[in-house]
C-alpha cells in the first residue's frame, strides 16, 4: 500500500550553519592527517629495508585499510553537513553499508592475526622466522581480507531485500544497519539476527584469538628475569594493545547486540569515533609507542 523508496535523506549532525561548516572543516583535517598518516607509515615500511617483517606488512595492510576505510565516509559526510549531498540512493546506501562493514570486518581479522604475529614472535622467538614466513603472512593477510568480504555478503543481501515505504530521512551522516532496520516497513528480525550472528563470529571471535594471544604473552614477559627484557618484549606490542583496545571497545557497542536499533543518536557518536578518529590514532599509535619506525623515520 505504500511507494517504493529510491533514495534517503542524511541528516548528518544537528545544529546552526556555522556549526556545521565548523564539524565538515574538523572532519576534512582529520580525514587529510589521516591519509598522509597512514599513507606515510606504508611508505615507510616500503623504503626501509629493516622494516620488511611480517609485523610490518601487516600495519601496512592496516594503514592501507584504514584510508579506504575513511574514504568511505568523511567525503560523503562533508557534503551531508555542507547540504551539497545530503541525498543517497537505495542501492548506493547499501553499497556503502556493504564497504564499510566489510572493512571493519577485515580489521577485526587483521588485529587477531598480529595479536598471534606477537604470541609468535615473544612466546616462540628462536622459531618465530621459520613459522612466520613471508608465505603465511600473506596467506593470513589474504584470507583477512577475504573473509571480512564474504562475512558481510550475507548480511548486505538480506539488508537490500528489505522494504522502504517511508520515511526516507537517515538520522546519521552514514548508512549503517542501524538506520535501515529503523526506517523499514517489513520484517526485520532475520536481519537483526544475522548481524547479531555475523558480529559473534566476526568480532567476538576475532576478539577471543587476540586475547588469548595476549594472555600468552603476557605470562611469557612475566618470566623473563631482567626488567629490561621485559620492557623490551612489551614495547613490541604495546602499540597494537592500545589499537585493539580502542577499536574492539566501540565495535563492540555498535554491533554486538540483540537489538539493532537501539539508541541511534549514540550511535552516531561512536561511529564518529570508530570510522573518523580512530583511523587518525592507529599512524600516532605505531609512530610514538614503536622504536623501530621511529629510528626509520
Not at 167 to 186: E, K, T
Not at 195 to 202: A, M
Not at 223 to 248: D, P
Amino acid at each position: 500500500n505504500g511507494t517504493s523508496v529510491k533514495e534517503f535523506i542524511l541528516l548528518g549532525f544537528p545544529g546552526t550553519w556555522q556549526f556545521r561548516v565548523s564539524f565538515a572543516v574538523v572532519f576534512a583535517l582529520m580525514y587529510t592527517l589521516t591519509v598522509i598518516g597512514n599513507a606515510s607509515i606504508i611508505a615507510l615500511v616500503w623504503r626501509s629495508s629493516n622494516l620488511h617483517t611480517p609485523m610490518y606488512f601487516f600495519l601496512c595492510n592496516l594503514s592501507f585499510l584504514e584510508i579506504w576505510y575513511t574514504t568511505g565516509v568523511v567525503p560523503k559526510a562533508i557534503g551531508v553537513m555542507l547540504g551539497t549531498s545530503q541525498t543517497i540512493s537505495f542501492s548506493v546506501c547499501i553499497f556503502q553499508l556493504f564497504f564499510l562493514l566489510s572493512l571493519g570486518s577485515t580489521e577485526c581479522f587483521l588485529l587477531s592475526v598480529m595479536a598471534y604475529d606477537r604470541y609468535l614472535a615473544i612466546c616462540c622467538p628462536l622459531r618465530y622466522s621459520s613459522l612466520m614466513n613471508s608465505v603465511l603472512s600473506v596467506r593470513l593477510a589474504l584470507s583477512s581480507w577475504l573473509g571480512g568480504f564474504l562475512a558481510i555478503s550475507l548480511l548486505a543481501f538480506l539488508t537490500s531485500r528489505l522494504t522502504f515505504c517511508g520515511p526516507d530521512v537517515i538520522n546519521h551522516f552514514l548508512c549503517d544497519i542501524d538506520s535501515c532496520l529503523a526506517l523499514s516497513c517489513s520484517d526485520t528480525r532475520p536481519v537483526e539476527l544475522a548481524t547479531f550472528l555475523v558480529s559473534v563470529i566476526v568480532v567476538v571471535a576475532s576478539c577471543v584469538v587476540t586475547l588469548v594471544s595476549y594472555m600468552y604473552i603476557i605470562f611469557s614477559i612475566l618470566r623473563i628475569q631482567s626488567a629490561h627484557g621485559r620492557k623490551k618484549a612489551f614495547s613490541t606490542c604495546s602499540a597494537h594493545l592500545s589499537v585493539v583496545t580502542i577499536w574492539y571497545g566501540s565495535t563492540m557497542f555498535l554491533y554486538v547486540k540483540p537489538s539493532a536499533q537501539n539508541s541511534l543518536d549514540l550511535n552516531k557518536i561512536v561511529n564518529t569515533f570508530n570510522t573518523v578518529v580512530t583511523p587518525l590514532l592507529n599512524p600516532f599509535i605505531y609512530t610514538l609507542r614503536n622504536q623501530e619506525v621511529k629510528l626509520a623515520l
